[in-house]
């Protein structure tokens, strides 16, 4: 799922194009806003929370960023720039031209050097290749599944309520529907594991791939929940992040219902096993990686570099002794390996693999299938009219 929200990416990258290029640069700040007697000592109290969380946050560049924002929604536009150029300074690939919280600052010189910097310091990194296409350009996949025996591809909808089944030469069937909003899904021991949405129930549902047929749903009904993206252990049990509700659930191999796990995990999206099983990692915000010991349930940040931002993960996958993560909303969209220390406790270096590739347009998550990580650059979740083919690329790692 889309880090957070759909609001959060701001504009979407043809308007962003044109936006950037037409910006004035002799335009001044906007006029500050005026907090009513009751705001201001919330706002006060609010903004001196989070400064005085950052120097002990777990992704301090995202906490820097969150108080950008926390400006930014009051309108105190001189504080918001100070602390975007702290952001900008990073060098982390945040971009705040991305996020509409900023859409006031357009037009002003003081903007338009922050979104240069962010550019500049972000520049393409090319590894992908295409691998296929998917002419429903309409379909709005947020997750994609891999099928190592009969090597298929499956492509969740969250607009047409299905899962459609696809070879490697993108020749497309539907293979379930009368669904919700899909969303995460995964293949294991012969059976597609799919998370469904619908106003008041989400779901874990599980197919039989080879006739399709639907083999038991496993539900949790009443809000707020919003089942995003699933995992394995080697020993088959499933656990799955709700994103509203900051849990993570879990189905123990053999079990009849869904059980929470101790904890909690903010805005919980990508999420990824260990191959041994020990450790389970959840993208959340603003902690960035949250590091799970199966055993013991203790729950860390993941340490990691300080020029390593780990803001809005959505896709996050386990692959020799490495993760590979998908970032996008107001980070500069990419693909980015997680070189894990010998324990696999914390980040020792990290390595960009994509970024700033022409196909992106809405890149959200992808599948590991032998050495070769498979994934979608532009689901066009903006759009309403107008759609391509969905382009799948692959990144040999």
């Known amino acids: 799922m889309k880090f957070v929200s759909r609001g959060t990416r701001g504009f979407s990258r043809v308007l962003l194009k044109l936006w950037l290029a037409a910006l004035p640069v002799s335009a001044q700040l906007p006029p500050s806003g005026a907090l009513s007697p009751t705001d201001l000592p919330l706002f006060r109290a609010a903004v001196a929370d989070l400064e005085k969380r950052l120097p002990n946050a777990p992704d301090q560049c995202a906490m820097t960023y969150e108080i950008a924002k926390a400006y930014a929604s009051a309108k105190q536009w001189p504080e918001t720039m100070d602390w975007l150029r702290r952001v900008a300074g990073l060098k982390a690939g945040l ?5 509409s919280v900023f859409a006031d600052l357009r037009g002003t010189k003081e903007f338009a050097a922050i979104a240069n910097a962010v550019r500049d310091a972000t520049p393409p990194v090319s590894h992908s290749k295409p691998a296929f296409e998917v002419a429903e350009g309409d379909l709005l996949s947020e997750s994609v599944a891999f099928d190592p025996a009969a090597k298929r591809f499956y492509f969740g909808s969250m607009r047409k309520g299905k899962v459609i089944q696809c070879s490697p030469a993108g020749d497309c069937r539907q293979f379930a529907g009368g669904l919700g909003v899909v969303i995460g899904l995964k293949t294991r021991d012969k059976g597609l594991w799919v998370l469904n949405n619908a106003a008041m129930e989400s779901e874990l549902i599980h197919y039989d791939l080879a006739s399709g047929q639907l083999v038991r749903r496993y539900p949790v009904t009443g809000p707020p929940h919003s089942f995003n993206d699933l995992a394995f252990t080697p020993t088959g049990d499933i656990y799955l992040t709700d994103t509203p509700a900051g849990t993570v659930w879990r189905l123990t191999n053999g079990a009849a219902d869904l059980s929470k796990i101790p904890g909690k995990f903010p805005f919980a999206n990508g999420i990824a096993i260990s191959s041994d099983g020990g450790l389970m990692y959840v993208a959340t915000y603003p902690d ?20 390593l ?30 070189n894990l ?27 590991i299938a ?28």
Not at 316 to 321: E, G, P, Q, T
Not at 370 to 393: C, R, S, V, W
């Open 95 to 99: 971009d705040p031209t991305r996020d």
């Open 370 to 397: 032998g050495d070769d990580f498979y994934y979608m650059a532009n689901i066009q979740d903006e759009k309403k009219t107008g759609f391509n083919p969905i382009h799948i690329l692959k990144i040999h790692l």
């Open 288 to 307: 960035g990686i949250l590091a799970v010991d199966l055993k013991t349930n203790a729950i860390a940040p993941l340490p990691h570099p300080a020029n």
């Open 341 to 367: 220390s010998r324990d696999h406790r914390s980040i020792a270096r990290f390595e960009v693999l994509e970024r700033r590739n022409p196909l992106f347009d809405g890149v959200t998550t992808g599948i």
């Open 309 to 338: 931002c780990l803001a809005t993960i959505d896709g996050l996958y386990f692959h020799r002794d490495n993760l590979i993560a998908i970032q996008n909303a107001f980070m500069t969209p990419r693909v980015v390996r997680l």
